[in-house]
């Protein structure tokens, strides 16, 4: 996976969740005629919509996008094989002589499309027997387990996500060496992709507002309902049921919570997210980080800014 591609160059919009880049990437794709690969985790995943910000209907039929619901909720997915997907859209955008635009926050996968993976394959075994000890102790046991081991990767994954603290273990336990060491020896492998990447990066109080505006719309336009459906469905168990939004809906379909609890915990969680998704972008080398209203990317692109509504 760590082959140069010399061609073509890439521009990445990056950021914390709620920072805008999705009306940001729309409106320069349209001035450009580029088209977006998104790289974001769970917008891959088919039917859940609310809680992960996907792009609109309407933002979708203005600009192609690739990789947006492209898999089933419970079909296995991994940074690998997005990077696969996304070298093969990025391949046919540019055999099109398109310009490519890479927007999301995921920065597992952004670093893995510029610099390729981690050379630690999985360890089937090692990983059962993770999986069994998290199942048999709970994730705040295995997040302690990481912490002692790797402190620097435990303070960058929350308890909760209990799958990459599981990988973050059988790295250890197959290499053992502190997978935060890894990566960083990893982020300075040679580029896959000619790339610059865009952190849009508002101030905290703006970006707190943003967030909450966010996380109320969501819940007001339906996520309680939507996360009903999708457990008729049966996609309780789903990965991107454990993501943020989705976790506190369920938590209210099992009187666990009330709505006006899911929302706030929600809006704090994504908090959390936005701080952890800086600090990983501020690892990458090259990441220029951009204030609002973020002109020096229209700018770098050659174009004036237009005035945006507001952001997503």
Not at 5 to 33: C, F
Not at 85 to 114: E, F, M, N, S, W
Not at 165 to 180: D, K, N, Q
């Amino acid at each position: 996976m760590s082959r140069v591609l010399a061609q073509p160059a890439l521009t990445v919009i990056a950021g914390p969740t709620g920072a805008g880049k999705t009306e940001l990437a729309v409106a320069l794709a349209e001035r450009l005629g580029a088209e977006i690969v998104s790289a974001d985790s769970q917008a891959v995943y088919r039917h859940f919509d609310l809680g992960t910000a996907k792009p609109e209907p309407a933002q979708l039929a203005r600009v192609p996008h690739h990789l947006v619901s492209v898999v089933e909720p419970t079909e296995p997915f991994s940074a690998a094989r997005w990077v696969a997907l996304a070298d093969a859209a990025i391949a046919d955008i540019a055999a099109r002589r398109r310009p490519v635009l890479v927007v999301g926050g995921t920065g597992l996968y952004i670093r893995a499309l510029l610099h390729g993976l981690t050379d630690t394959p999985p360890d089937p075994e090692v990983r059962r027997a993770l999986e069994e000890e998290a199942r048999r102790l709970g994730p705040e046991a295995m997040h302690r387990r990481l912490a002692e081991v790797d402190p620097a990767a435990a303070a960058r994954l929350p308890v909760a996500d209990v799958l990459r603290v599981v990988r973050a273990l059988e790295i250890h336990a197959t290499t053992g060496a502190p997978p935060s060491e890894l990566r960083a020896a990893h982020a300075f492998r040679a580029a896959r992709y000619a790339a610059r990447i865009h952190f849009l990066d508002p101030p905290r109080e703006e970006l707190e507002q943003r967030l909450e505006s966010r996380t109320r719309r969501m819940f007001e336009r339906g996520l309680l309902k939507e996360t009903a459906k999708l457990v008729d469905r049966g996609f309780r168990e789903s990965a991107p049921m454990r993501s943020v939004g989705y976790r506190q809906a369920l938590a209210v379909l099992d009187g666990e919570l009330t709505p006006d609890q899911a929302e706030r915990e929600t809006f704090l969680e994504s908090r959390r997210y936005a701080k952890r998704q800086r600090t990983w972008f501020r690892r990458e080398p090259g990441t220029r980080f951009v204030p609002p209203p973020y002109a020096e990317v229209w700018e770098e692109a050659g174009l004036s800014a237009p005035t945006l509504g507001r952001s997503r």
